[in-house]
């Protein structure tokens, strides 16, 4: 049987899609993914929300994965070649078509190298041990600074963490109206009153935890620390109340969504400021990240400036009183000295009088030469 010559061009073109690796699926072309292709990597997402454990996507035998980064429209093109067949009596001629597919909205899968460091690895350097018992004082973190411009820590953190640019009063810095969204309880704010700037590791929680051993630079640079935004966080006041100051292992938000995040923000700032935990604070932010997110990753702390070593302690000895030397006549002897009237009339001096022995102007306090009256 004859065969045309668009008969045998199919055939090449088939064995050449076969050879560069081509793939038709309902009659369109389709790049297959090459052998040894990197798949996407499995990234902790940056949203409130607890990742899921990766998965692995397996192409079935009708559906074949784009092996691009991203796909915005896909086109495909269906030419037959022009056939012409001459004779000395005849021509036939045989015309270009094309079919043009409508554009696919199908992502290809991301190709993004995980960024950060694995939670769990960081969480390994924390040093466990047991909490310093007693001495805190939340004056002994001075808070709520000046940050110039006559905005305060709590100004800066406002403005910040507001999703809209803050009000702020005509004569100052002091904010009076923003939008912020509590991430601890999902609450939606618009009055500053509301709003709570949380230290993530509270206070005292720092104190019990190697704070006790700073001295009072270093406690105020944490209590105002805007160098990295995990250590402070504006959120409802009720939620930030509800917290106070315990630690993980026995308070987490509310919002489970910002579990992982919570954690992850609470590790790295432990790790960076050289503060420890108790067994059951690690223990349970161990488990909280297995189960939840394994794979979940937060960006690397930067290192803290020097501060300088604490003040050693000043011990105040008490200054012992004065001898009170008892009244002597008029034949001499040592000089008499009262500290005050009630040691003048102990000894039996009062009232004592201009001459008299122990008499000075400091007795006598109106003048008329007569003290202890």
Not at 202 to 211: F, H, P, Q, T, V
Not at 288 to 297: I, S
Request: aromatic letters at 8%; glycine letters at 8%.
């Amino acid at each position: 049987m004859r065969r045309s010559a668009a008969f045998f061009g199919a055939i090449r073109w088939q064995a050449w899609v076969a050879v560069a690796g081509v793939v038709t699926v309902g009659g369109f072309l389709l790049a297959a993914p090459r052998p040894g292709g990197s798949s996407a990597p499995d990234i902790a997402p940056v949203v409130d929300a607890a990742p899921t454990t990766s998965t692995t996507s397996v192409a079935s035998s009708s559906t074949v994965a784009p092996a691009v980064a991203s796909t915005t429209s896909l086109a495909a093109t269906t030419s037959t070649s022009s056939t012409s067949t001459s004779t000395s009596t005849s021509t036939t001629s045989t015309s270009t078509t094309s079919t043009t597919v409508a554009p696919t909205t199908t992502a290809a899968p991301s190709t993004t190298p995980p960024t950060g460091l694995l939670l769990l690895d960081v969480l390994a350097f924390a040093t466990i041990t047991n909490e310093h018992r007693g001495g805190y004082d939340r004056d002994l973190f001075d808070h709520w600074i000046s940050q110039g411009g006559g905005c305060t820590t709590r100004d800066v953190v406002l403005g910040r963490d507001s999703s809209t640019p803050v009000q702020r009063d005509l004569f100052g810095c002091d904010v009076v109206a923003g939008d912020w969204f509590s991430v601890y309880d999902g609450a939606e704010l618009t009055d500053p009153s509301d709003v709570d700037i949380d230290h993530v590791v509270a206070l005292k929680e720092a104190w019990d935890s190697g704070a006790w051993a700073w001295g009072y630079e270093q406690r105020r640079a944490f209590a105002n620390d805007l160098s990295d935004a995990r250590t402070l966080r504006a959120v409802h006041d009720s939620a930030n109340q509800d917290k106070g100051d315990r630690d993980p292992s026995n308070w987490l938000p509310p919002r489970q969504q910002h579990w992982c995040t919570y954690l992850g923000d609470w590790v790295a700032i432990k790790v960076r400021w050289g503060l420890s935990m108790d067994q059951s604070e690690y223990g349970r932010i161990r488990n909280v990240v297995r189960e939840r997110c394994p794979t979940w990753r937060i960006e690397p702390v930067d290192p803290l400036p020097a501060f300088p070593p604490p003040a050693p302690a000043v011990s105040i000895q008490p200054i012992a009183p004065l001898p009170v030397a008892p009244p002597t006549g008029s034949g001499g002897g040592a000089p008499v000295y009262f500290e005050n009237c009630d040691a003048a009339r102990a000894a039996g001096a009062a009232p004592v009088r201009r001459g008299d022995p122990g008499y000075r102007k400091g007795l006598d306090r109106d003048g008329d030469g007569v003290g202890c009256e």
